[in-house]
């Protein structure tokens, strides 16, 4: 069951989205937002989970990073807390703009990965990429299937959103070689630049 909203939240033409309307819940499941479809409806201007300026300009940049020779956004600095709901938030964005959006923890990510390989949708948020607490190095074999990730979704044209809660760390658990390929491969938002 769809929640009511609010007239002034709608962002969905009843008539030009109606088949996205009708799916909502089964679209939302597909995008690793099930139990949140709400995120689809909601506008920006009404969730305090997106930041209106800085997060509006990832999203109307995310198709454009190839040309800038960059093939993913990594948030740097922000909790993966608050990243979880702002990520939601923005795959229900695109979703509205029919894009190919999926949201999904690290853990389950890479469980999939190992289970079905790359899952190659368009746009994929991960808010938890490195998240606080995170010390333990993380096994090479799972660094070679990290590399492989990002390499992978690089050479097929798709874009990864990461959260990374703090850069030395990412540098400490999963090496040199992910932190240089993200370092060099994909365009920086900051915590303190965004508030």
Do not use: C
């Not at 454009?64 to 795959?91: C, I, P, W």
């Amino acid at each position: 069951m769809v929640k009511k909203i609010d007239p002034d939240d709608y962002l969905l033409d009843p008539e030009n989205d109606a088949m996205l309307i009708r799916g909502i819940n089964k679209y939302a499941e597909i995008a690793g937002i099930g139990g949140n479809p709400e995120y689809i409806w909601m506008s920006g201007k009404k969730n305090p989970d997106v930041d209106n300026k800085d997060d509006r300009e990832v999203i109307n940049k995310l198709f454009k990073l190839k040309e800038e020779n960059h093939f993913g956004v990594a948030y740097l600095g922000f909790d993966s807390s608050l990243l979880s709901r702002k990520f939601m938030a923005l795959t229900g964005m695109l979703l509205r703009k029919y894009k190919d959006a999926f949201y999904s923890p690290m853990s389950m990510y890479v469980v999939r990965l190992m289970d079905s390989g790359n899952p190659g949708h368009e746009v994929t948020f991960i808010p938890d990429f490195i998240s606080e607490g995170h010390s333990e190095k993380v096994p090479e074999w799972k660094q070679d299937i990290v590399l492989g990730l990002l390499m992978e979704k690089q050479a097929s044209g798709e874009i990864l959103v990461v959260g990374i809660s703090d850069i030395d760390v990412l540098r400490k658990v999963y090496g040199v070689g992910i932190y240089n390929f993200i370092i060099g491969n994909y365009t920086s938002v900051h915590a303190r630049a965004s508030k």
